[in-house]
């Protein structure tokens, strides 16, 4: 079992940026799929970005420009660099790793973007 532990969650103003990461308790970096998604209060959880198995990156079109999703190796973690942030982009952001095998998530951390 992987556990998933995020962290850099708060309260921004409108504009500004915040840092996630996750950390995984096992190497999984070229093993699984490992990313960031997000639940607004009402919504569906929607991806935000993520590193699949081979290194490559996806990002969802509304947060291009504003979002990155970077890696440490060694540290076995996965970080989400958030600028320009937006009151629509108020949710909890959970960091998941999945194979057709296993499918593990964090606990969330709470992003709030006050305007």
């Known amino acids: 079992q992987v556990q998933l532990v995020e962290s850099g969650g708060g309260l921004v103003q409108s504009g500004g940026s915040l840092r996630l990461s996750c950390a995984a308790s096992?190497?999984?970096?070229?093993?699984?799929?490992f990313g960031w998604f997000r639940q607004a209060p009402g919504k569906q959880r929607e991806l935000v970005a993520l590193?699949?198995?081979?290194?490559?990156?996806v990002t969802a079109d509304s947060m291009k420009g504003r979002f990155t999703i970077s890696r440490d190796n060694g540290k076995n973690t996965v970080y989400l660099q958030m600028n320009s942030l937006k009151p629509e982009d108020t949710a909890v952001y959970y960091c998941?790793?999945?194979?057709?095998?296993?499918?593990?998530w964090g606990q969330g951390t709470q992003v709030t973007v006050s305007s």
């Open positions: 590193f699949t198995r081979v290194g490559s990156t």
């Open positions: 096992a190497n999984i970096f070229g093993i699984s799929n």
């Open positions: 998941r790793t999945w194979t057709g095998t296993y499918d593990y």
